[in-house]
């Protein structure tokens, strides 16, 4: 079939248009679950980086903190240290007697120790009985009944964790009650933490259960045997809540090494809360979005940590489609998807929509039946309406194409275990609950809806198809002839529903998604139920009333 000049004009206005709602599209940094790192990114343009913040610290005579949040910076890939780093090692040189306690503390002069100019944790540095000793004399004379209260735990007879502070061992229990009391005589802990743990140390001192207080202890430990006492007491005044920290410990357990990425996060993060519900929501990949986010510095942590999504990094011809829109059109783009995300995400939405029909429309003068058919058949308005439900089709398609965790639960963290078996009853109960099924989740609705629409958009074109035939003026014979040539598209929607329910069953096989098999057989029953509706309430009356006229030699 030849085309004519009208024709490629036409052809050349639908692809260009189709073209730039395409690409704006592809340039739209914004996702439904998961946060673009184009706008981690820009959120943390002119924010403050951990250069400039270490460099704070040791002119605040803090250079433990220094050390860490440069380290920090090292490892999440920040370049252009060489200057921060220098300055640091000259301070250092400048100031041995820093470096035992990690910074100036006017409360801890004249506390004998082994050497000032040697780094030390603080079990390494409290743990010589000398010490300690010292700052306990002095926490005794303290008016604060909270910091009595934690001294009294040195006096604690029935532990279950630590050996008690009187037993052969019991130094370190003893190491972390002087620790704790010491940060809440010196004002380091925030009013809710202190009150939470003064209120545990108070329960235990009366005869409760020294279980809650004693895992508090255990992830003050985790951090006490590694951060030195400026490290340590900055790390703490961070937080809130025992939960915050115990969240925070589960992370450090899970790699030692990614200390530094996490001290410098909760360093610059808003709050030390939001970093533990980030990590206790992601605990696979939280720890690599926040170092990601730590990258473009704070502002960049405060996006992860407001969004609440996990980051994603799209692939080369998404930034290349990104990057070919002018500076300042990017910045907006960046700027909309990172204040406006909801908006962004519909504008993207839309353009696929508009670029699908579009190009659909573009197609559709290159099909030889657009010219070859019979000019009574051609009904402007219902191609239009076919064309527009193939495009809210493709839109589905591409939804489901260019959500990288759409289909992804959220990777919560199982609860510490707890010790407590159940009875016979109960476990009976527990196998009936486990029986009768799980609650359909977030995924399983998701994948429902997908499955649902899919087959109202058949099942509308479907339709539309047949109302072309209805409206066809040729006879009635011919009418049911067109019928029986459509049979199969009136059947689109088992085969779509078939198919879906063995690519969803695929894909949970392959641990892609997880999703239960109530969710993935909904395809095939989505197509049954849409196929009969059509066939009984449509095609089956109409194909009905078509041979009777056919019978009667009604035309």
Excluded at 148 to 166: A, C, G, H, K, M
Excluded at 215 to 223: G, K, Q, R
Excluded at 356 to 364: D, K
Aim: charged fraction near 20%.
């Amino acid at each position: 079939m030849a085309l004519h000049g009208a024709d490629w004009a036409k052809i050349t206005k639908l692809f260009v248009i189709g073209l730039v709602f395409a690409s704006l599209a592809l340039a739209l940094p914004v996702c439904l679950r998961a946060l673009d790192s184009r706008v981690v990114l820009h959120a943390g343009q002119e924010t403050l980086t951990l250069k400039r913040e270490a460099q704070n610290q040791y002119s605040l005579e803090k250079p433990g903190i220094a050390e860490l949040l440069l380290q920090g910076a090292q490892k999440c890939g920040i370049e252009d240290l060489a200057e921060a780093q220098a300055a640091y090692d000259q301070f250092r040189i400048d100031h041995p007697e820093l470096n035992f306690w990690g910074g100036h503390f006017p409360n801890l002069d004249n506390v004998p120790v082994a050497d000032l100019t040697q780094k030390a944790s603080v079990v390494k540095a409290l743990v010589a009985p000398q010490t300690r000793s010292v700052i306990i004399e002095r926490l005794k004379s303290s008016r604060r009944p909270g910091v009595q209260e934690i001294l009294e735990n040195r006096d604690l007879l029935q532990t279950e964790l630590f050996p008690p502070v009187s037993a052969p061992g019991g130094a370190a229990l003893e190491t972390i009650i002087t620790a704790i009391a010491l940060l809440s005589q010196d004002d380091f802990l925030q009013p809710e933490f202190r009150l939470e743990l003064e209120r545990l140390a108070s329960d235990a001192n009366r005869g409760h259960s020294t279980r809650p207080l004693e895992l508090a202890y255990l992830d003050v430990l985790a951090f006490a045997g590694k951060l030195d006492w400026a490290q340590f007491s900055g790390f703490l005044s961070k937080i809130d809540q025992l939960e915050t920290l115990s969240r925070l410990t589960r992370a450090l357990k899970q790699n030692d090494q990614d200390l530094p990425i996490l001290f410098s996060i909760v360093w610059l993060a808003p709050s030390a809360k939001e970093v533990s519900d980030y990590l206790h929501r992601w605990p696979e990949t939280g720890i690599a979005d926040l170092t990601l986010g730590l990258r473009s510095h704070r502002g960049g942590v405060e996006s992860v940590l407001q969004r609440g999504d996990r980051v994603y990094s799209p692939p080369r011809f998404n930034q290349w489609f990104f990057e070919l829109w002018p500076q300042l059109a990017r910045s907006l783009i960046a700027d909309m998807s990172y204040h406006f995300p909801r908006l962004s995400l519909l504008f993207k939405y839309l353009a696929i929509l508009f670029g699908s029909f579009y190009l659909i429309r573009m197609v559709a003068v290159f099909l030889p039946q657009t010219k070859n058919r019979v000019k009574v058949i051609q009904m402007e308005k219902i191609t239009f309406v076919r064309q527009e439900i193939l495009a809210v089709l493709l839109l589905i398609v591409a939804i489901l194409a260019s959500e990288p965790f759409l289909a992804q639960s959220d990777q919560i963290e199982d609860n510490p275990p707890n010790w407590k078996f159940p009875t016979a009853p109960e476990a009976i109960v527990g196998e009936v609950h486990a029986m009768l099924g799980e609650n359909v989740n977030e995924i399983d609705l998701l994948v429902l809806v997908i499955f649902f629409l899919i087959q109202v958009l058949l099942f509308a074109l479907c339709r539309v198809k047949l109302r072309e035939i209805e409206k066809h003026r040729g006879s009635s014979r011919l009418k049911l002839k067109l019928l029986d040539n459509e049979d199969n598209m009136f059947d689109s929607g088992l085969y779509v529903g078939l198919a879906g329910t063995v690519l969803a069953l695929v894909m949970v096989t392959i641990e892609l998604v997880s999703v239960s098999l109530m969710a993935a057989y909904s395809s095939t029953l989505f197509g049954i139920v849409f196929t009969c509706l059509l066939k009984i309430i449509y095609i089956r009356p109409y194909r009905r009333k078509l041979l009777i006229e056919t019978e009667a030699g009604i035309l």
